[in-house]
């Protein structure tokens, strides 16, 4: 993929994008095609609220002009967009429909038909000049353009597609962008009612131009856990179903932090609880699937304090006069792995609870060998996931009693080398 992102980054350079360049040499050349009285206006435009962010998109007339200023966010296009071709690639086949959401001057979108000739592509957005400039610089059969501004309802012409893609197409920032909201009821702030009720619709408007389970994949600024709540709703309200165990990091460069990758099917589903979203956005933020370990009274207390808690397995063992508890669990957003012995030591991992489940399971969590690389803590390997298969368990130590739903590998007080065991375990073979 590496090598595919450098062929991106080329196509993208053709059409003007400057990667890497000083503002100020971006903003001369700005000047120089623009001339000095659009070029005021643009720098005068160059706001954060919503309209005007509409109306600054509208200033440019050709795809040069377009990508000189698309070039000051850094990398941004060529990060999030190629993470999205990234995510998708894998599913695009022949005869599929796709349509690029705020595809601007249709880097990504040309970039697709130019690699997947079977498939129909077609970029969107509600920028007159900048689609006409497209509409007349591209020559490719299976790529075309279309005015669409997706707050109101799609033109009539634009069919619904299989795959929808959206590279940060949308206004983010919104006027109380800077409340901060109730961390207890997030639902109730007003950060989230504001940033829920303007991504209904832009969520409503794809929905109508999406076939039935069509899939959406977007990056969004949406990491503020108020934001990423809201167009989680918003989505799931306009009949899109969020993929919340398909989320991915979209690093960009010189950021910070990477922004949040989302998969949503156009399928209905209920409202997700706040708990499954807090679960997401804390595997996005924590970038692993590991929150948090505590140890001693800490984990005993935080353990206590752990309320509805729904256990998933346990094991108990004991190693020559040490007897030792492990418990997997779910409670609330976290999942969570508490551990205690009769020497008084306790342990507390918070987990993803997707992880919490997929150790209850006994299945490897996808795309990460050691979800929990933590002396005497859990990790999923083939050897234990085929141990498991076949009903053979295997310690590096001899004894124990295993009993639960889960598998453990790692060195726990003395106890060293895989451990696996389902409910009907009962033996242990070296
Ligand atoms: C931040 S730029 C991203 C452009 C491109 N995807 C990229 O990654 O460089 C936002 C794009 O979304 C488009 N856009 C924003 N709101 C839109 C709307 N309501 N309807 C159509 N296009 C919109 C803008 O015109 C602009 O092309």
Redo the contacts with the bound molecule.
């Keep these: 993929m590496e090598n595919i992102k450098s062929e991106f980054a080329r196509h993208l350079a053709r059409l003007g994008f400057e990667f890497n360049a000083p503002r100020e040499v971006i903003f001369d050349k700005l000047r120089k095609r623009m001339g000095e009285q659009r070029f005021k206006e643009f720098q005068t435009r160059h706001g954060h609220s919503a309209s005007s962010q509409?109306e600054f998109?509208g200033l440019f007339q050709d795809i040069i002009e377009g990508n000189l200023m698309?070039s000051m966010?850094n990398c941004?296009?060529l990060d999030?967009?190629f993470s999205l071709y990234q995510q998708c690639a894998g599913r695009l086949e022949t005869g599929m429909r796709v349509i690029e959401?705020?595809?601007?001057t249709g880097?990504?979108a040309s970039f697709i038909a130019t690699r997947h000739p079977g498939c129909s592509v077609v970029g969107?957005?509600?920028?007159h000049d900048?689609i006409k400039a497209c509409s007349d610089f591209y020559r490719l059969p299976n790529l075309a353009f279309d005015r669409?501004?997706?707050?109101w309802p799609k033109p009539e012409n634009l069919q619904a597609a299989d795959m929808l893609l959206c590279?940060?197409?949308?206004?983010h920032h919104l006027p109380v962008n800077s409340s901060l909201p109730d961390p207890r009821a997030v639902r109730r702030s007003r950060e989230y009612t504001t940033q829920r009720d303007h991504a209904i619709g832009?969520f409503t408007h794809w929905r109508s131009a999406a076939k039935e389970g069509a899939l959406l994949y977007a990056v969004l600024r949406i990491g503020l856990f108020s934001r990423f709540v809201a167009w989680i709703d918003a989505a799931q309200e306009a009949g899109w179903t969020a993929r919340l165990d398909r989320l991915w990091h979209a690093d960009m460069t010189g950021e910070k932090s990477p922004l949040p990758g989302l998969l949503f099917e156009a399928q209905r589903c209920g409202q997700l609880p706040e708990e499954a979203i807090i679960d997401g956005w804390a595997w996005f933020t924590r970038r692993s699937h590991l929150y948090g370990r505590l140890e001693g009274a800490a984990a005993l207390t935080a353990f206590r304090a752990l309320t509805d808690k729904k256990i998933l397995a346990t094991r108990d063992y004991h190693n020559q006069t040490i007897m030792t508890c492990d418990e997997v669990g779910m409670a609330g957003g976290a999942g969570y792995v508490f551990t205690h012995d009769a020497v008084y030591s306790f342990r507390l991992l918070l987990v993803s609870n997707r992880q919490a489940d997929d150790l209850a399971a006994g299945v490897s969590v996808k795309g990460s060998s050691t979800p929990i690389d933590d002396e005497g803590s859990f990790q999923s390997s083939a050897t234990v996931l085929q141990a498991a298969k076949r009903g053979v368990f295997s310690t590096g130590a001899a004894g124990g009693t295993i009993s639960g739903g889960a598998f453990f590998s790692g060195t726990a007080n003395g106890l060293t080398g895989n451990v696996a065991f389902n409910t009907s375990a009962s033996k242990v073979a070296s």
């Excluded at 590279?167 to 206004?171: E, K, N, P, R, T």
């Design positions: 509409e998109y698309r966010d941004a296009t999030a967009s959401l705020g595809c601007w880097g990504l969107v957005d509600f920028s900048v669409w501004n997706y707050r590279a940060m197409g949308v206004v832009y």
